[in-house]
C-alpha cells in the first residue's frame, strides 16, 4: 500500500468512527467533531478539512449514498466516500483516487453542477441504472411538515439543502467599505450584498476569524443573512426600549444595537445562564454598553410587564431552515423536532407580548420552515389576542408584500427563517 492509500485510509476509519457516532448517539455533528479534533491533536489543518467536510458531504448527500449499490458494507463505505467527493468536487484528487480504487470505481474527475439533474447523470456513470430522485436528499416526512410549494420551488430547496452555505458577516460601527477594504488587505475575496449595506459574504473560504483583528475589535459579527432580516423588521430607533425575549447567544440583541447606535436600552433574556454570558462578552467586544442582560428563570416575566416599545421572541424551534449548515440534523431528528415544538413557542409568545407597550411592536420568528411552528403558531395567538394586529412586511430579497414573511434558502443564499410583526393596540 502505497503512502497516498495509507492516509486514504486511514481518513475513512476516522470519518466512519465520527460518522456511526453521531448517526448513534445523535449528537450533533458539530460538538462531535469539536471534541474529537480537542483529543486529537496529531491533525494538521489538511487533515482536519478533510475530515470535517467529508463528515459533512456525507449528510449532505446521505439520502443518495443510502441507494448505492455494492457487494459489501466495506465497499459501500468507500463508494460513498468516493461519491462525496465527486458532487462535493473536493480538491484532494490523490485520496480520491484511492477511495474510488478501494470502491471498485473506474477513476473520475468531478466537473461543475449547476442543477441536480447534472448531479445525477454524474452519479450514472458510476451507477448506470441506478435511481437518486432528488426528494430522497431530506427525509420524506419534512414534505407534509412545509406550507404548499410548486415542484419547482422544491426543487430549489433540495439544491439550496445540497449546497454549503456561505459565510455572512455583519459590520457595525465603522462603514463597511472600510471593513471589506481591511478584509482584502489581509488576502481574503469578499462580497457584499445586494440586499443590506452592512452585509458581507466571505463565500466558502477557511478562515480563523479570532485571527482577524476587525473582528477581534468587534466591528465584525457572524450572522447569517436570512437571521439579519430579523433585525430589519424589528426596526428599532435609537430612542426606543426593546427585549430580546429568547436571546441565546445574541446575535440579534447585537444588531439591533448596531441598528439603534448604542442608544436606548435593549434587556436580552434566556434560561441559559452560560448563553447571556456568552453575550456579555460579545456585547463587551462590539463596546454596546446598552445591553443588559436577565435570566428567564420562572413562567414569571424576566422583565415589566407594559414597556417595552418592541419585544423580539426568536422562538426555539426545529431549526429546519437551517440544514443546509447543519445537514445530518435532517436525518439526526425524525418529524416530532417539528409537532414538539408549536405549543411552547404559543407559551412563550403569549407570556412575553405581555412586555408590549400599547403601540409597541411584537415580533416572533423562527429559523423553522414548517408551517406548524410559523403561521399556525401565530394565528392561534392572534386569535387569543384580539389586541395585537399583523402588520404588512415587504419581503427584502423578492420585493413579496406579505403579512407572513418566510425567507427560503434559495431566496439570496441563506438559511431559511420566517418573521411576523404585531403591533398592540
Not at 492516509?7 to 457516532?21: E, K, V
Not at 449499490?69 to 467527493?85: H, I, K, M, T, Y
Request: charged share 20%; with cysteine; hydrophobic share 40%.
Amino acid at each position: 500500500m502505497t503512502p497516498v492509500e495509507k492516509h486514504a485510509d486511514s481518513y475513512a476509519q476516522t470519518i466512519r468512527l465520527l460518522f456511526t457516532d453521531i448517526l448513534q448517539s445523535k449528537h450533533s455533528a458539530d460538538r462531535v467533531v469539536a471534541s474529537y479534533f480537542r483529543l486529537n491533536k496529531k491533525h494538521g489543518g489538511r487533515d482536519r478539512r478533510i475530515i470535517r467536510e467529508t463528515l459533512f458531504a456525507l449528510f449532505r448527500w446521505y439520502g443518495w449514498l443510502k441507494r448505492l449499490p455494492a457487494a459489501n458494507e466495506e465497499q459501500r463505505w468507500f463508494r460513498q466516500l468516493a461519491v462525496c467527493g465527486l458532487l462535493e468536487q473536493h480538491s484532494w484528487q490523490p485520496t480520491l483516487e484511492a477511495w474510488q480504487q478501494r470502491a471498485g470505481l473506474l477513476p473520475h474527475v468531478a466537473t461543475p453542477w449547476q442543477q441536480l439533474t447534472e448531479a445525477t447523470e454524474q452519479l450514472q456513470l458510476w451507477f448506470a441504472g441506478s435511481d437518486f430522485p432528488a426528494q430522497a436528499l431530506v427525509p420524506e416526512w419534512l414534505w407534509a411538515q412545509l406550507p404548499e410549494l410548486s415542484e419547482h420551488q422544491k426543487i430549489q430547496l433540495l439544491q439550496s439543502l445540497s449546497s454549503r452555505p456561505p459565510l455572512w458577516l455583519r459590520v457595525q460601527r465603522l462603514p463597511t467599505a472600510q471593513a471589506i477594504q481591511s478584509l482584502e488587505a489581509a488576502g481574503l475575496s469578499v462580497k457584499a450584498s445586494t440586499f443590506f449595506d452592512n452585509a458581507i459574504s466571505l463565500g466558502h473560504q477557511s478562515i480563523n476569524l479570532n485571527e482577524l483583528p476587525f473582528y477581534k475589535a468587534g466591528y465584525l459579527e457572524v450572522q447569517d443573512l436570512a437571521s439579519q432580516v430579523i433585525g430589519h423588521i424589528c426596526a428599532p430607533t435609537a430612542t426606543e426600549h426593546w427585549w430580546d425575549a429568547c436571546c441565546g447567544a445574541g446575535g440579534k440583541s447585537l444588531q439591533l444595537a448596531s441598528q439603534m447606535q448604542n442608544r436606548g436600552r435593549i434587556v436580552a433574556s434566556d434560561i441559559r445562564q452560560h448563553a447571556l454570558l456568552e453575550l456579555q462578552k460579545r456585547a463587551s467586544r462590539a463596546q454596546f454598553d446598552i445591553i443588559s442582560t436577565a435570566l428567564w428563570q420562572s413562567d414569571h416575566l424576566p422583565v415589566a410587564q407594559e414597556k417595552f416599545d418592541g419585544v423580539l421572541v426568536d422562538a426555539p424551534c426545529s431549526c429546519t431552515g437551517t440544514w443546509r449548515r447543519n445537514p445530518d440534523m435532517r436525518w439526526l431528528d425524525d418529524v416530532t423536532a417539528v409537532t414538539d415544538k408549536p405549543s411552547l413557542q404559543l407559551d412563550i409568545l403569549q407570556r412575553a407580548s405581555a412586555a408590549v407597550k400599547t403601540g409597541g411592536k411584537l415580533v416572533y420568528a423562527t429559523c423553522s420552515l414548517a408551517h406548524a411552528e410559523n403561521r399556525a403558531v401565530v394565528d392561534r395567538f392572534l386569535s387569543n389576542n384580539p389586541d395585537f394586529r399583523l402588520q404588512m412586511l415587504q419581503h427584502p430579497f423578492t420585493g413579496e408584500r406579505t403579512e407572513y414573511l418566510t425567507v427560503w434558502p434559495f431566496d439570496a443564499d441563506t438559511d431559511g427563517m420566517f418573521v411576523v410583526r404585531m403591533c398592540r393596540q
